[in-house]
C-alpha cells in the first residue's frame, strides 16, 4: 500500500504544479527555473535516502511528503524544456529538436525505470531516490545562463487560484484513490472529497475567468489549434 501512496503524492503533485508553470517561467525565467528544480529534486531525492533508510512505519508520512515536493520540483520541467526548444531553434527546426526531445524523454523514462528495479533488487530499496538527483545534477552542464528567458514584468501571486487549485486537485486525487472497504472512515472521505470537488472546481473556474492576473490562463484554450 505504501508504493499507492507514492505513487498518488507524486501524480497529485504535478497536477497542481504543472498549470502553475507558465507563471514560474514568466516571474523567474527559465534557465533559473531548471536550476531551482534541479536543486530541489537533488535535495529532496537525498532526504529521501536517509528516511527510507530508516525503515520504519512513522516514515512513511515523511517519506510520503518528500516525494510530493519532488513531483513539484518535477513538474515545471517539461514546460521549461519545451520553452528552451522554442526559443532557442529558429522555426524550421523547432519540429526536430521537439523530436529528438521527446525521444530522449522516452529513453529516460525506460532506462531510470529498468536502473530503479535494478538498484533496488541489488542493494537497498531507498537507494532509487538517487537516480532522479544524479540525473538532474548532470543536466546542469547543459544549462546556460545566456538561454535564459528575461522574466516578465512581476506580478502579484494569485494565491486564491492556487489555494482553489491545490484544493480541488487533492480532494479529487482522494475520490478517486480511496478504497471505500479498507476502513471505516473511508466512506466518509470518498463523500467528503467528493463534495469539496463539485464544489470547489466550479469556483475554480470562475476566478480563473475573472481575475486579472489568474495563476493559471485559460487563454490558450481560445485558440482552435492550441
Avoid at 116 to 125: L, N
Amino acid at each position: 500500500a505504501e508504493d499507492v501512496w507514492f505513487s498518488e503524492a507524486l501524480v497529485a503533485a504535478q497536477i497542481s504544479m504543472t498549470p502553475l508553470s507558465g507563471f514560474l517561467i514568466a516571474r523567474l525565467g527559465v534557465v533559473s527555473l531548471l536550476r531551482l528544480c534541479i536543486l530541489g529534486i537533488s535535495l529532496t531525492g537525498i532526504m529521501s535516502i536517509g528516511v527510507g533508510l530508516l525503515d520504519s512505519l512513522r516514515s512513511l508520512p515523511l517519506l510520503t511528503g518528500l516525494i510530493f515536493l519532488q513531483g513539484a520540483f518535477v513538474a515545471p520541467q517539461t514546460p521549461a524544456t519545451q520553452v528552451l526548444i522554442v526559443t532557442s531553434h529558429p522555426t524550421d527546426e523547432r519540429a526536430r529538436g521537439m523530436a529528438v526531445w521527446t525521444s530522449a524523454r522516452y529513453i529516460g523514462f525506460l532506462t531510470g525505470s529498468l536502473l530503479a528495479g535494478w538498484i533496488a533488487q541489488s542493494f537497498a530499496w531507498p537507494l532509487i531516490f538517487a537516480v532522479a538527483p544524479l540525473v538532474a545534477v548532470a543536466s546542469l552542464f547543459w544549462l546556460s545562463s545566456d538561454l535564459n528567458a528575461k522574466p516578465a514584468a512581476t506580478a502579484s501571486v494569485d494565491w486564491q487560484g492556487f489555494l482553489l487549485l491545490v484544493t480541488a486537485v487533492v480532494a479529487l486525487q482522494l475520490f478517486l484513490s480511496l478504497d471505500s472497504s479498507s476502513g471505516r472512515l473511508i466512506p466518509f472521505l470518498l463523500g467528503g472529497s467528493a463534495v469539496v470537488a463539485v464544489g470547489v472546481i466550479p469556483l475554480l473556474l470562475r476566478h480563473l475567468t475573472r481575475a486579472e492576473n489568474p495563476i493559471v490562463s485559460l487563454q490558450p484554450l481560445q485558440n482552435r489549434w492550441f
